[in-house]
């Protein structure tokens, strides 16, 4: 048997559906914003971002809990709390990684 060494995570084991729902608010904000306009967000760009994640993920509860959507727009309220979760780790990391360099954060 051939040997190798082994990942300390399985990206075989996302739910494709997950990632192909990610990917198509990845694209809504490319053509809407330009791609990765997110990259260039400031502090205040960051806290606006999570405050509108918390609105996904409220009319999410509320819609669990009532069955009912809480507006008319119909709209990927779950891929979108994603798309703020991973963009946020991404900038973390950046900022991580310029902090440890000597660099400024983003």
Known sequence: MASTDKEPFSLTEIPFES???LGLVFREGAQK?????WRG???AY???RANHALKHL????HALETGQRYTDVEEDD????MWFCATQMEIERLEKRNV???GITV
Do not use: C, F, P
Request: avoid cysteine; hydrophobic fraction near 30%; glycine fraction near 12%.
């Open 100 to 102: 440890h360099s000597g």
């Open 41 to 43: 967000g400031d502090h």
């Open 78 to 81: 779950l891929a979108k709390v």
């Open 46 to 48: 960051q806290i606006e």
């Open 58 to 61: 409220l009319l999410y509860v």
């Open 19 to 21: 990632l192909r729902r």
């Open 33 to 37: 914003y330009g791609k990765e306009n």
